[in-house]
């Protein structure tokens, strides 16, 4: 259970996500939490970011222009709802796009079908090609750290969003995937080796879960100025695979579609 305020918050996504179910005629196999709270740098007040993966009933994928792919909606102040159709998934899949691979990975989970999520993360691998999703976390670090120096904008959330993609594409080198490690401490640690940098980076993390705004690091402004141009000089050097898995997605959506139920937990 996920408590927030007082509240179980649990419930209500799930009840949310239901209501979405039954208002867009769709059937959920796979919701999760995306951000703060799956990185463990949520403050109290955080909210809660839900995203999932829906498929409607085969006529609709039949009509001569489909119908909008994506769900966004709200049902409570505190919980927002953003939802992909199973075919956008897809073909964001064979482009390694990083969002979608960060959702499937993430350890909060409030809908689970089974076999479909073990089977999409399989071609996700599969079909895992590190040359975008290396300059995709590169560029979020680089335009961060513009804005950072450029606005002077010291801030806790700025900084979490300069190194977590900094240490995301920092192990995309090294292992050739996705960090699969549960919050971001962890990753920092994994790859820090200088204590006085590793306590200024535990105390920007305390500093955002208690809700401060306000940081200011030089060390850590400078291991960004150095740490920027290193990684970039490696994920120009990687080789781009493309990994045509065009009949093994389309097997996988037809095989959804023809049975779309599945066992949530």
Known sequence: MIKCGGFWMQDEILHSLRRI?????????????????????????SDFDVRFIYSHKINWYLQIYEGRDVIETSYHPKVDLVGWDLKKSLRLLQKSNPTLLEWINSPITYIRNDPFITELKKLAMLSFSPTPTGFHYLNMAKKNNQLLQKNQDFTTKRYLNILRPLFTCLWILEYKEMPFIEDVSSLFHHFLQDQAILKHVDDLIQAKKEGQTLFHSELINLYIEKTIPFIEEKVKKLKHQNVDMTNDLNQFFLKTLNNPTGNHH
């Open 21 to 45: 179910e039954e208002e867009e005629k769709i059937q959920i196999h796979f919701a999760c939490e995306s951000g703060s709270r799956v990185w463990g740098t949520q403050a109290a007040a």
